[in-house]
T-cell receptor, first 118, second 116 residues
Framework: DTGVSQDPRHKITKRGQNVTFRCDPI?????LYWYRQTLGQGPEFLTY????????KSRLLSDRFSAERPKGSFSTLEIQRTEQGDSAMYLC????????????????FGEGSRLTVL | AQTVTQSQPEMSVQEAETVTLSCTYD???????LFWYKQPPSRQMILVIR??????QNATENRFSVNFQKAAKSFSLKISDSQLGDAAMYFC?????????????FGTGTRLKVLA
């Protein structure tokens, strides 16, 4: 399967612990997005990468959140000193840029990483 | 600021009937993209249909069609001949193509129930 994959799918942690999520986008996609989705809400934009460059971060992303995409391939999202309010589904999505693949504007989503902070 | 509003938290439709999901958005841009995404329970979100704002013709994909009213900033999704597999959360989304970051903004979603 060459879709977007996320790991882990579920993470339960205690408040104050650090967690890291990984996203492997579709291989030829140079754009990668992280979104957060809470119950009954739509996805909220967190951050965006074009290749390895992080081009935008939401104001929602506090200093406890950091994302990387070191080689322009996979990405990690780390949350330090987790709080109960961080409990959510973290979605990764990718899309092709104009230089690689036909850009229809479509986002391809992974199945998400569900975080529960106790 | 760009916003996307879905005023129907939940809708129900009888199998084989037609249902319309509403979406309005706010933007000062003239060139943008609109999307409807489907999120089945515990499954990933997938694209249902997209509309480019410069195109006057409403997009259609099999049983799915949109009613795009640019002046009214309205973008509704019509599902014809509803099937049990259509049951899901549906999200309306908006993207500015020239923003540089290509950020997508999603509505809060409409849960569609299909009754057998």
């Amino acid at each position: 399967d060459t879709g977007v994959s996320q790991d882990p799918r579920h993470k339960i942690t205690k408040r104050g612990q650090n967690v890291t999520f990984r996203c492997d986008p579709i291989s030829e996609h140079n754009r990668l997005y992280w979104y957060r989705q809470t119950l009954g809400q739509g996805p909220e934009f967190l951050t965006y990468f074009q290749n390895e460059a992080q081009l935008e971060k939401s104001r929602l992303l506090s200093d406890r959140f950091s994302a990387e995409r070191p080689k322009g391939s996979f990405s990690t999202l780390e949350i330090q000193r987790t709080e109960q309010g961080d409990s959510a589904m973290y979605l990764c999505a990718s899309s092709p840029g104009t230089s690689g693949g036909r850009n229809t504007g479509e986002l391809f989503f992974g199945e998400g990483s569900r975080l529960t902070v106790l | 600021a760009q916003t996307v509003t879905q005023s129907q938290p939940e809708m129900s439709v009888q199998e084989a009937e037609t249902v319309t999901l509403s979406c309005t958005y706010d933007t000062s841009e003239s060139d943008y993209y609109l999307f409807w995404y489907k999120q089945p329970p515990s499954r990933q979100m997938i694209l249902v249909i997209r509309q480019e704002a410069y195109k006057q013709q409403n997009a259609t994909e099999n049983r799915f069609s949109v009613n795009f009213q640019k002046a009214a900033k309205s973008f509704s999704l019509k599902i014809s001949d509803s099937q049990l597999g259509d049951a899901a959360m549906y999200f309306c989304a908006y993207r500015i193509p020239t923003s540089g970051t290509y950020k997508y903004i999603f509505g809060t979603g409409t849960r569609l129930k299909v009754l057998a």
